[in-house]
């Protein structure tokens, strides 16, 4: 099972700065490196006080310079605000720099596009001249990232591959999956499937849900209009949460995978296979950037040979 990383690229309150935030995004990319991570993509988050990266693109290249086997990406390019020429012509420019390293991921979230699905066929067809399809990577190393099922299809009829966002919603990815190995299949191409999880882990079960708590608390302030930094477990742990706020927080928590390194390996490995999931794209969110780290090593030592 190969193990990657998506990064958000947080703001927190160990790092409440956009500089800070930047710089322990792009510290984590040569720490995943040094452990054996697959691949490392960064998000895009616009006018938004929890994240810091506007522009995955730029990240890709800041990470490049400062790794040397890990493939890096963009988790997603928000394909609607921008011409397919220009994603293109901005990545095969990175690829160019950096032979087979670089990954396209794109997606629309809750925008709209009526152009999308041409979009994403012209990346696919202009990337893949440079990167052809491989045993272990799509078309033009071309991924459309989706959550709701109904984009799954359209990468497997093109030969680019999926990345499933279970963490934004954590039920019916199994129908998505499945969609786009039966597009793939039928279309005469190699499925590759990724499956992305959110997980808190920590050396006890203590420490691991005193951090899912302070994760939960951002989460759920965000949902009822507070847009703020990952709070630290010490500000998790003063807080006063009200009723609707607990009961958001047992929802959300659904879509968290909590516990120990052996707790988490488990319960990821049995959603990798239920999703028919080739890789594991796997997402933390915490307040202290050693604990970020700490997790992801934690589950290097238990996930990756």
């Not at 935030?21 to 452990?35: E, N, V």
């Not at 990240?59 to 997603?76: D, H, K, P, S, W």
């Not at 279970?166 to 190699?190: D, I, N």
């Amino acid at each position: 099972m190969r193990l990657s990383i998506l990064d958000q690229v947080p703001l927190t309150e160990h790092t409440p700065t956009r500089a800070a935030a930047l710089s322990s995004g792009l510290t984590l990319a040569q720490d995943a490196d040094a452990l054996g991570y697959h691949r490392i993509w960064f998000a895009e988050h616009h006018n938004s006080q929890s994240f810091a990266s506007a522009a995955p693109e730029i990240m890709t290249a800041l990470a490049l310079e400062r790794t040397a086997t890990i493939r890096v990406g963009t988790g997603a390019i928000l394909l609607p605000y921008y011409s397919a020429q220009k994603v293109t012509e901005t990545m095969g420019l990175l690829s160019a720099v950096h032979p087979d390293r670089v990954d396209t991921g794109v997606g629309r979230a809750s925008l709209s596009d009526p152009n999308y699905a041409a979009k994403v066929a012209s990346l696919v067809h202009e990337l893949d001249a440079s990167h052809p399809a491989s045993g272990s990577e799509p078309a033009g190393r071309v991924w459309v990232l989706g959550a709701g099922g109904s984009s799954a299809p359209l990468p497997g009829t093109l030969g680019a591959g999926y990345v499933h966002g279970h963490f934004l919603r954590p039920t019916g990815g199994e129908a998505a999956t499945s969609a786009y190995r039966e597009a793939a299949v039928a279309s005469g191409h190699t499925p590759h499937t990724v499956l992305a999880v959110r997980f808190v882990t920590a050396e006890t079960e203590e420490r691991a849900q005193a951090l899912a708590e302070a994760l939960l608390l951002w989460r759920v302030r965000k949902d009822f209009g507070h847009d703020g930094p990952i709070p630290s477990t010490a500000t998790a742990a003063r807080y006063q949460w009200s009723t609707a706020e607990r009961a958001r927080a047992q929802e959300r928590s659904q879509a968290l995978i909590v516990g120990t390194p052996a707790k988490v390996r488990t319960e990821i490995l049995a959603l990798a296979d239920t999703h028919g999931a080739d890789e594991l794209m796997l997402n933390t969110l915490v307040s202290d950037p050693e604990d970020r780290l700490n997790a992801y090593r934690l589950l290097a030592e238990t996930l990756i040979d």
